[in-house]
Structure formats: C-alpha cells, structure tokens
C-alpha cells in the first residue's frame, strides 16, 4: 500500500469514530482499525530493519528504515510480524479473555506501532497523527470494554456559573459505578504532570474518586538519531510527587512497560503501573463505585 | 549587527547568568541584557515593518520582515523604536520607583520583544531560545527587585525517601518572609495547567501559601499567517476551574495583557491579573509571609 491508500484509511477511520455516527466502541471502528493495521503491515513488510543498540536493560529495539529515513524504535520483543488474523479480530473486538495479558499487550503494541511506525516513515515531522490514531485505538478498545462511548467535555455548576472544560475521554457508566478518567499518551516526558492536575480538577468538581484516573501510554523511549541508540525516559520520583500532593490516578498502563515505573506500585504512594493486557482482567474494579482501591 | 554577533551576546547572557557566576540579578547581567537588547534594536531598524489585521478589540499589530520571513506579532501601542537609553538603563536595574507601571510595562516589552523578534528572522523555528532569554530577562528583574537569587530545583523530605525535583525559578527571601514560585512562559495556551499543577505540589509539601505562586507572560497572541490576521488565545473558564480547584496562584502579571484575563480579577475567584509594570509596586505583598490575600 502506498502513502495515499494509507492515508485513505486513517479518514475512513477517523470518519467512523468522530464523525457524525461518533461510535469509537462499534465493531465497524474495529473493522476500520483492522483495514488500516493490515495495511500499514503491508507497508513496513517492503522496509529494511535496522537493530538499535538498546541502552535499556533485557530490552531490544530495532527501527524500520527507508534509505535515510527511519522509525520510532520497535520492542522486538512485543513486535510481531506474524499476527494471526484470528488475533488481530479478537483484540479489536474484545474477545481476550481466554488469552494471557502478555499476549494481548503485545497484540496491541504491534497494531499500534504499524501504524506509527508506517507514518514516521511516509510523513516525516508529524507526532500529531499518530497521537490521535493512538487515541482511536485505545479510546476503541477502553469503550468497547466498558460497553460506553466517551465523551471529551465535562460540565460543572459553580455557584456564580457553569463552568465546561474539554477533557481527555470520560466515560459515564451508570449513577451506581464509577466514571471513568481516560488520558491516552503515545509517550508522557515532562507533560505528565496535565494528567495529574486534570484528575484533581475532576476531584475538586465532582467530589475525590467519583471518577477514576486510567492513563494509557504506548512507551517512553527515546532514540538518539546519530549514535542509533534507544533510552528510557522515566522520572519515578516526580510521578511519586504528584499522586501524594496532586490527586490519586487509580492506574497507569503501557503497551511497553518500563521497569522504573512498573516499580512504583511496590513502594508509597502504590502508583498502579501495569502492562495494558492487565486492563481487561480488571475492569470489575475500575467499574466498581467508590474511593481509591 | 549580523547572526553571529547576536548569538555571541546572547551567549555571553546566558553564561553570566547560568554559567559559575550564576548571578541572574547582579549588574553585569543587567549589562549583558542591555547589549544585547540595542544589537537586535540595530538589527531590527534594518527590518520592513507590515500591519496585520488585529481581530483583538483595540490592539493593533505589526511583524518585522525580511522577504518572506516575518516575525510574531508585535503590538503598538507597547513597542517603541526610540526607548531612551536611560529609560532601559532604569528599566533593568529596577530604578523604576518614579515610573508610570504603564511606562514600565512598555519598556520592558519592548526589550523582550526585540530578542525575540529579531530571533524569529534569523533563526526560523526556533521556539526554544526566546523561552530562554525571556525566563533570564524577567528572572533578572524579579531577583533584582527581590535582592535574591532564584534556584531551580526543591527537596521535599518524605517519611519514605528525600524527593528532588526540578521547578521554575523559586525564591527563598527568609524565613519570616514568603516564598516565591516563579513560572515564566512567552504564552501559556494549553499547557498552563501545569503552572498550577507545580503550586499544588509546593503546596502539598511545604503547606498552602508557604511558596507564593507568580506567573508572569509575555502574550498570548497567535498569527495567521496567510490571512495576515491576529488573534489572542485565552481560556478564562479553564483558569477559574485551576484557581478553585488545584491551588490558588497569587498574581499574573502580562507585559501585552488579554483583556479576557484582566477581567478575572473582578469575579469570583478573583485571579489577581496585571501588567508587568505593577510587580514593582506591589512586593511587600508577595514577600509578606501567610495565606493567599
């Protein structure tokens, strides 16, 4: 497929999830997601591979590479280039509960970064497509999960007015159960802190866990272009600041996990970091009404 | 002046202010900014001046240009190609007391703006050396007129570790007096959620009010570049949500002040926002230790 076609299939994706029928958890979202994985598959399988060195420990990363033009650095350990399609449709349709979370997560990570990976190559300097496309994917598979569309403003009465602010998704399942605060990050650095801030203004309007925090992020590498080297970027002990002075997010979860922050549930204030498979093992108690717990 | 000489004064600036001395409010700083200021003043006088279309009820805007390369848009009314050079001598050694804040605000705008404009010709895409030069220009006013050097960084002991982090300019005037969290942006947009977001934790560590939070920005104007238009950019609904809900900051000052701000200070919660100019006026309230008020 060339860039066009490709292209042609973000639209038809972006259409379906934000246009007039506005049905991010439909399975026609799904199917449209599945039309664009295959094609950006398509894609990536006429490009050279190019091995990083990772200066990351137990990680290994490669790029896909078009002359002098090259990608975002891949997990060869989550990558696959031999999804089934049997997987691919019950990923996008929710169907995972007979697989492991490490399989889902990794499933999600190769559909996310074919995408990604297939737009650095064909459209070099735009980070914003590929957030949005990020978005769709997660924002599809969160509201499938919880059998709810989102929506992305919230509304609160003040005593002199009524105060509407765009928001990340938030997610109304019902007067008994806990809404849902879903921020979605192909990447966090020192913008993070917006996440945090976003859950206390939600807190202070709303009352303290009437909605639950639940960021997603894709990874937190970083490739250093000239030496071909790939580093994390993680800043544990500014999380640890924000969830004790900011608000409590109820869970963070990453396609590709980094071990500084997978270590933060072990020690005050318990930040729940966890690969994203574990998510759909979990929703009882991200549904379920109440304080932090 | 060319390129090369206006970087080698903005180096110079910013290795007096950075580098060992790390004296951002000693007279040499104030020296190193004022040559700075008069080399790209020379290098604009070379400059076209084009109007644009202000769609901001009474401002009305300019660019420098060369050829095709235009700079941001400038207003006015606050700039003068004729500051005396006694009046920016006053402006940067903060003899102000005898000034209109009006007069102040202008002079400094137009000092700000100069670096900043003559950088936007010469150097296209730049956005991260004007941020620089804008946190020294107003950092070195702020900590002349407080008589103390700002740092960058906090330590917070925990019962379970010593959390460091890095923050905007923070002032330790004693300890019978405030403290002052300075954040500096040449707009905010939005990303400014995280100058109330960084209070909160100064206020979570350290107790509400021990740090005074003082924002202070440059504009918040956007360019459309072929229609030739101007527009501000401001979100006071969201700012009410951050001042009820995150933390409380205790001035805002601008040097080209939006009036959808300036309003804030009359309606519940009554953010405090200024121009530049009334800082100097008002520093035995930023320095009298205690609660917001």
Redesign the interface.
């Given at each position: 497929l060339n860039k066009t076609e490709i292209e042609r299939l973000y639209e038809a994706l972006k259409k379906r999830a934000e246009g007039a029928a506005r049905d991010l958890k439909g399975q026609e979202t799904g199917d449209k997601l599945r039309n664009l994985y295959v094609g950006c598959r398509g894609f990536l399988q006429t490009l050279e591979i190019r091995e990083l060195t990772s200066l990351i420990p137990r990680k290994s990363y490669f790029v896909f590479a078009d002359g002098d033009r090259t990608s975002r650095p891949v997990n060869a350990s989550l990558y696959s280039d031999s999804l089934s399609s049997e997987t691919v449709q019950a990923v996008l349709n929710c169907a995972v509960s007979a697989m492991a979370p490490s399989t889902i997560t990794a499933a999600i990570y190769t559909i996310a970064m074919s995408y990604c990976c297939a737009n650095d190559i064909l459209k070099r300097g735009d980070q914003k497509t590929p957030g949005t496309f990020f978005e769709l994917l997660i924002g599809h598979l969160v509201s499938s999960a919880l059998g709810v569309n989102p929506t992305t403003q919230i509304t609160?009465p003040?005593?002199?007015?009524n105060?509407?602010?765009p928001t990340d998704f938030v997610f109304d399942l019902g007067a008994d159960k806990s809404r849902v605060h879903l921020p979605i990050k192909t990447s966090t650095r020192e913008?993070v802190?917006?996440v945090?801030?976003?859950q206390?203004?939600l807190?202070?309007?709303h009352g303290v866990a009437r909605f639950k925090g639940v960021l997603v992020v894709m990874a937190e590498t970083n490739k250093q272009e000239k030496a071909e080297t790939v580093t994390e970027v993680c800043l544990p002990?500014?999380w640890?600041?924000?969830q004790?002075?900011?608000a409590q997010m109820f869970r963070v979860y990453y396609l590709d996990l980094p071990e500084p922050y997978s270590r933060l549930k072990d020690?005050?204030p318990f930040i729940q970091v966890k690969q994203f498979g574990d998510f759909f093992f979990e929703i009882d108690k991200i549904e379920r009404s109440g304080l932090v717990g």
């Open positions: 609160a003040t005593l002199d007015l105060i509407t602010l913008r802190v917006q945090w801030a976003h206390r203004v807190d202070g309007m002990n500014q640890t600041a924000y004790m002075y900011i020690r005050y």
